[in-house]
């Protein structure tokens, strides 16, 4: 099959990349342009380690051409930093200390993102009905949901 | 508490920015120039005689640059635990063992044509015979896992005191089996290794590994190299839990293409990888018997347990002798017998996690325990606390208890959990509803580092004070997630008397770093951290030194604080560290540099008789569930879980409630769902969809997953603190089956307690 020149913004960034129709959206994102903040955990979207923003909505980029994201907005971990400095959602995740072996985190940091976006005061039934499909081994997601709902009481989520 | 003080406070992750950033790089994430993709070729039978290997085809596939197998290896074995045990080669040379097993590896341009050139490797076997059930390899014409060797590589013996008079001198004796299951450590960064030989013909490894320097020590072991033409590299490394306590296959064989293509060697395993070929929790099976008299004062304990090895010994004696030590050592149980039996059979091997086999026979212990005080008519509680472990105390094995905070743990999990209010309702009985909720408790002992390994259980640290007043923590240990890096540099601030943010950590390298065993046994916190503030103490007395001369004071009427280091009384006169540092005698170029090696007054362990001290400090847990079971479909939820841990002195209570939190999850997926399913050695269910670890919603809600952390202030610890990894895990999965025992009066002694176990258990009942 031959590849295809697709265009799609990243982190703000307008961008033509070269894909073949079989090529995953986090195999393009980590070995084409070098954002290796998604991770492969699991191939099958059950971990939520590859989650990214497509239009605002997260998806698992291991199941995703990156055909697919033609013309699309991706957020990765890497666009959320701020020049001024940390996300509100990443300065929650370090101040409650919601990370352990950091594997999930930009994962998780990027679902809470999302929820936060169409939701900036969820209650903790909602928060973890957001987090269902990241899978975290470490903590145990009690200081995540710590994190995510410090942000829902003081509606600092966008 | 000090205003200065940097022990005790809730510091952030050192590198918690660089994690949320998405900065952090893990091995998957490194690429070097010519860098090559290697997979795996494993064996698709259990147990089979490799006749011939036909790799020529692959060889000759476009972009295949090293096709290897056992006989382009030095066909050395792992040492692992040593002396007998040495069973496992890198790459199989004579037979597989178990579906997984490694039979060759190819390095290619691209991971596809790596995969595509294992499709055309040709391996002839010829089929054995497989045993899957170790009670079935202990028989007598069971087929022979490894040629010329008993399936049964290990009988443990305990016996303290004599079991069997004092059982049947005891006023009461329960006799019970419990089975527990394998399970994954489920590490959400699959497994990975970078392999590249340098300039100067160093091999340079960046792997997920928790043992930098074991890593270092096996590959050119295997290798055939000296010890330090191996250096393993820092990286970050996605969880471990005990996975990546040791040495895997996966660094020896990128190591060994990369000496054979010149060019770096990537692996990255995929789930079903990490899933099927690494290493697993040693199932058991546990038959045990323990007396009391009718005060509940426990008289006797004798067990057998029949280990579940899986086609390799790995780590599985220590594990099966530290299960040992916890049988003998928890609560005062004056006689003791214990046989152990490790046992081969044609499955994915087991080694350390989590717990090192305490989990397993605090499962049965502890679920035992419940049933004692049941038909005694006592209160699970007060039989407990009748028979905890106290300050001060040996153990029947030999364990010198020195703080203890067992009772007090007990209480306060009984008090924040409602015991005695929920128990006395509870007596009431829940017949008429269809969900069931029952209060179940259950304690662990653990210890904080272990001389249960030839090598003994040392650490090295290296601190260094710059002439800019920053300070170098050198750590031979990974930080995997456990915030080691971060415990460690608050007690060197501490030790010191700076800030936190002067202290920067470079661990893993094993080039300079000073070696260390690597982290497990709950052991970085202890026994790095020991090392750790003796090295800071050190640098403290050298600046000490230094300012005194520069001041023209004497060393005792000085304080360090917020970098400087000033004159008791005249706070004004003072120099800042790194003037001190400046004018020191004893720096070597532009810092001063001190180093020490810490080993614990601990005793090696008699493997023969069990009897040691094996640890500098112990360590105690209670924990209380509370569940919810659905009657029509046995399904289990937590409702509530309290753990009182005694930690020693919480160095950094993010930290340690985080540890014990995931702990707890693992404790959860362990009791009511994970399990691997086989069928004729394979696995069935090697990925996150078909084996069940606890989600976001497994856990309990709205803050009722609590921790209460109580501190003994333990004499050797770094300021009193003990390790806290491990032990949350030991007796979790007790507290969950004693509490679906209080709701639904079903004992469940196989592991997990599945809907489908319960429900059936529950229709068995109705109708009796």
Known sequence: MTKQLIEMKVNGDALEVLVAPEDLLLNVLRNQLGLTGAKYGCGLGRCGSCIVLMDGEPVNSCLILAVAAEGKEITTIEGLWREQGPHPIQEAFIAHGAMQCGFCTPGMVLSSKALLNRNPHPDETEVREALESNLCRCTGYAKIVEAVMSLSHAGKGE | ?768
Request: glycine share 8%; hydrophobic share 40%.
């Open chain 2, 1 to 768: 508490m000090n205003p200065n003080a940097v022990i005790g406070r809730p510091f952030p992750q050192l590198n918690a920015e660089s994690k949320v950033k998405g900065n952090a790089a893990f091995c998957d994430d490194l690429w070097f120039p010519k860098m090559l993709y290697c997979r795996i070729l494993r064996s698709p039978h259990a147990h089979a005689r490799i006749l011939e290997i036909d790799t020529s085809e692959a060889e000759s596939l476009p972009g295949v640059k090293a096709v290897i197998t056992a006989g382009d290896t030095p066909r050395i074995p792992f040492v692992h635990v040593g002396g007998p045990f040495q069973d496992k080669l890198p790459l199989q040379d004579s037979k597989v063992r178990y579906v997984g097993d490694e039979v060759a590896a190819v390095a290619a341009l691209r991971e596809d044509i790596a995969e595509t050139a294992l499709r055309l490797i040709r391996v002839k076997y010829e089929v054995l015979p497989a045993v899957f059930d170790p009670e079935e390899a202990l028989g007598e014409d069971a087929p022979q896992v490894h040629d010329g060797k008993n399936n049964a590589l290990i009988h443990i013996k305990r016996d303290f005191g004599n079991a069997e008079r004092a059982l049947e001198e005891s006023d009461l004796v329960l006799e019970d089996v419990f089975e527990t299951q394998a399970v994954s450590h489920c590490n959400l960064e699959p497994r990975c290794s970078v392999a590249m030989m340098d300039e100067q013909g160093v091999l340079k490894i960046w792997t997920s590994t928790q043992s930098p320097h074991y890593v270092r020590k096996e590959v050119s072991h295997v290798l055939g190299l000296p010890l330090t033409n191996v250096r393993v590299m820092e990286i970050h490394v996605g969880g471990g839990f005990g996975s990546r306590s040791k040495v895997c296959e996966d660094e020896a064989i990128t190591a060994m293409l990369a000496l054979k293509t010149g060019r770096p060697v990537k692996i990255a395993y995929s789930r079903e990888e990490e899933f099927t070929a690494t290493r697993i929790r040693m199932p058991f099976k546990i038959w045990i018997k323990q007396g009391v008299t009718n005060d509940g004062t426990l008289t006797a304990r004798k067990m057998k347990v029949i280990a579940d090895k899986g086609a390799y010994a790995h780590y599985g004696p220590a594990v099966l002798g530290y299960a040992a030590g916890v049988s003998c050592a928890l609560y005062r149980v004056p006689n003791v017998k214990y046989d152990g039996y490790l046992v081969y059979t044609n499955k994915h091997f087991a080694g350390p996690f989590r717990g090192f086999g305490a989990p397993q026979v605090t499962f049965a212990i502890e679920s035992q325990i419940d049933r004692l005080a049941e038909n005694l008519g006592m209160d699970g509680m007060a039989l407990r606390l009748k028979n905890a472990n106290q300050p001060n105390e040996t153990t029947t094995n030999g364990w010198r208890i020195t703080s203890c905070g067992f009772s007090d743990c007990i209480r306060k999990a009984a008090e924040t959990s409602g015991w005695a209010e929920k128990k006395k309702a509870r007596a009431k009985g829940n017949s008429d509803q269809d969900t069931l909720r029952g209060i179940g408790m259950a304690c662990g002992i653990h210890l904080c580092g272990a001389k249960i390994f030839a090598d003994g259980d040392y650490s090295g640290a290296i601190v260094k004070v710059f002439e800019d007043g920053q300070v170098t923590l050198y750590k031979g240990n990974t930080d995997m997630g456990t915030w080691s890096n971060t415990t460690a540099a608050q007690i060197v601030a501490e030790e010191i008397g700076i800030d936190l943010d002067r202290v920067r950590v470079i661990s893993m390298d094993t080039e300079t770093t000073p070696t260390d065993s690597g982290s497990f046994a709950s052991r970085v916190l202890f026994i790095h951290g020991n090392a750790a503030k003796k090295a800071a103490a050190k640098a403290k007395a050298s600046l000490l030194k230094s300012a005194a001369a520069v001041l023209g004071e004497t060393e005792k009427d000085l304080f360090i604080e917020s970098g400087a280091i000033a004159v008791t009384g005249n706070p004004e006169k003072r120099i800042t560290i790194g003037e001190a540092v400046k004018q020191s005698a004893e720096k070597v170029c532009d810092f001063i540099s001190c180093e020490y090696h810490y080993d614990p007054p601990s005793e090696p362990l008699n493997f023969q008789t069990g009897y040691s001290n094996i640890s500098a400090a112990y360590t105690f847990t209670t924990q209380v569930a509370e569940v919810e079971v659905d009657r029509s479909t046995g399904l289990v939820s937590v409702q509530q879980f309290v753990v009182a841990q005694d930690v020693g002195k919480a160095i950094n209570p993010l930290a340690v409630e985080g540890q014990i939190e995931g702990a707890v999850a693992q404790g959860i997926g362990y009791a009511l769902s994970e399990g691997y399913h086989y069928q004729d050695g394979f696995v069935l269910n090697a990925n996150f969809t078909d084996y069940s670890m606890p989600g976001i919603q497994t856990l309990p809600k709205d803050g009722k997953l609590k921790v209460i952390l109580v501190e003994t202030d333990d004499p050797e610890g770094p300021f009193g603190a003990k390790g806290a990894g491990e032990l949350t895990l030991n007796p979790t999965a007790a507290a969950v089956a004693n509490a679906v025992y209080d709701a639904t009066g079903i004992r469940c002694n196989t592991l997990p307690i599945t809907p489908e176990q319960l429900a059936a258990r529950l229709e068995e009942k109705a109708h009796k």
